[in-house]
Nanobody, 124 residues
Framework: QVQLVESGGGLVQAGGSLRLSCAAS????????MGWFRQAPGKEREFVAA????????YYTDSVKGRFAISKDNAKNTVYLQMNSLKPEDTAVYYC?????????????????WGQGTQVTVSS
């Protein structure tokens, strides 16, 4: 099992920036990729971004391309999500997750371990 702890959420005005962090511990050798998902009130959880530990391939949902950037620090087993030009529709609880496969990382089916989530609120 991989334990994940997110941090960095908060309240920001539209157009502002936040950086989320996700620190992984435990059986990190079993993790092939890390992803960020979000869930807004009354909506289903959706994929936001992912990065593979080996090679650093990145993936983004269309609505955040050009605004969000996912990165990693292998030495620290930590993944980051830099969020710029935030919009009110980005408001959600953001979760990081650990994938058991480097493939299909846009689907939550390959993620076996999840963090507790961190709230991001963007005011208009």
């Amino acid at each position: 099992q991989v334990q994940l702890v997110e941090s960095g959420g908060g309240l920001v005005q539209a157009g502002g920036s936040l950086r989320l962090s996700c620190a992984a511990s435990g059986r990190t050798f079993s993790s092939h990729a890390m992803g960020w998902f979000r869930q807004a009130p009354g909506k289903e959880r959706e994929f936001v971004a992912a990065i593979t530990w080996r090679g650093g391939s990145t993936y983004y949902t269309d609505s955040v391309k050009g605004r969000f950037a996912i990165s990693k620090d292998n030495a620290k087993n930590t993944v980051y999500l830099q969020m710029n030009s935030l919009k009110p529709e980005d408001t959600a609880v953001y979760y990081c997750a650990s994938a058991t496969s480097p493939r299909s990382v846009t689907s939550d089916r390959v993620y076996g371990d999840w963090g507790q989530g961190t709230q991001v609120t963007v005011s208009s």
